[in-house]
């Protein structure tokens, strides 16, 4: 099953996991619409023609979609009671950090689950990078590249709001490969006049634009950061165009890296299960497959890395 917000990839992971399973003589089934389906037994068999195709397709084929019901324990229960009905004997969730808290509960059930990290956010514990986020940061710096043109022709200063929620990482990693003069991160205390002074100085040194990636988890109490950016950036004298690249970066046909990566995590969760392993998120690390409890996981959410947080500033000037 995939649940959450799609990310590239997921359909990659999803045709690993039926072919690998096939490859060791087992029956598998697709569950629609991520925990939702669990609760409506939408279970439906797969094979290999199920997933012919599949690995060069955005989203996912078996579709997400909100479940409040799931969250409680009567709703735990149910889905408990239609996988074994179904005869199914264990579980591949592929989502972000919601869907593995799904996982761990029917974990805790008894129920043999194991996760496989897909968030454009590349916000979960556990891995160095979940997959969707390479080709979501793709989709941004063709997006930087173009706006940055006309900010050229111009002589104008740009906000680029980019997803990422509470986590900076699609912010931090597209303002340095997009040679952003300004990345904000979410927690960042905007400070307008210091702002309006890097415009200035960056103009001044004759920068022909002012590119600034802001995260959509940065904000102040009432408003979104990027409208104190925007105040900042007038304040200094120059013209400032707003774009909000929303969930155009969810979609699209995956990249190689998370087309690899979801071939990789959800040929392992197959072999996790295989083995009777359970309560584990595979994950990537130094270019290795690893695997981590879905405790371990939720409770130490990731970090950006601060060699990369320290370039920022120099590699704007």
Do not use: W
């Amino acid at each position: 099953m995939t649940s959450g917000g799609d990310a590239p990839g997921m359909n990659a992971a999803v045709r690993a996991v039926v072919r690998c399973a096939l490859d060791k003589g087992l029956d598998i089934f697709g569950i629609r619409a991520g925990f939702q389906g669990l609760l409506d037994s939408k279970f439906e068999p797969m094979n290999s023609r199920s997933v012919g195709g599949i690995i060069r397709t955005g989203g996912t084929i078996l579709q997400s979609a909100r479940c409040d019901e799931f969250r409680s324990s009567v709703g735990q229960m149910k889905s408990l009671e239609n996988l074994k009905a179904a005869g199914i004997e264990g579980l591949v969730v592929i989502g972000g950090d919601g869907s593995l808290r799904g996982a761990l509960a029917l974990h805790k059930l008894g129920f043999p689950t194991v996760g496989v990290p897909a968030s454009i956010d590349n916000d979960i514990g556990g891995t160095e990078l979940s997959i969707g986020t390479d080709t979501a940061l793709n989709t941004i710096i063709d997006a930087l590249d173009k706006i940055k043109d006309t900010a050229t022709a111009h002589r104008r200063a740009f906000i680029v709001e980019v997803m990422g929620r509470r986590h900076g990482y699609l912010a931090l990693a597209s303002g340095i490969a997009g040679g952003a003069e300004l990345i904000v991160l979410p927690r960042t205390r905007i400070d307008k006049q210091d702002t309006a002074r890097l415009a200035r100085e960056a103009f001044e040194r004759g920068k022909p634009h002012f590119i600034v990636v802001i995260a959509e988890g940065a904000s102040t109490e009432r408003r979104t950061g990027r409208d104190d950016v925007h105040e900042a950036i007038l304040l200094a004298g120059f013209e400032v165009r707003m774009t909000v690249l929303g969930h155009v970066q969810r979609g699209g046909s995956p990249s190689v890296t998370d087309r690899i990566l979801g071939t990789r995590l959800g040929a392992e969760a197959v072999e996790l299960l295989a083995a009777g392993q359970s309560g584990v998120m595979v994950g990537i690390q130094g270019g290795k497959i690893i695997s981590s409890p879905f405790e371990t996981v939720l409770s130490t959410p990731p970090i950006l890395n601060e060699g990369l947080v320290a370039l920022a500033e120099p590699l704007a000037r």
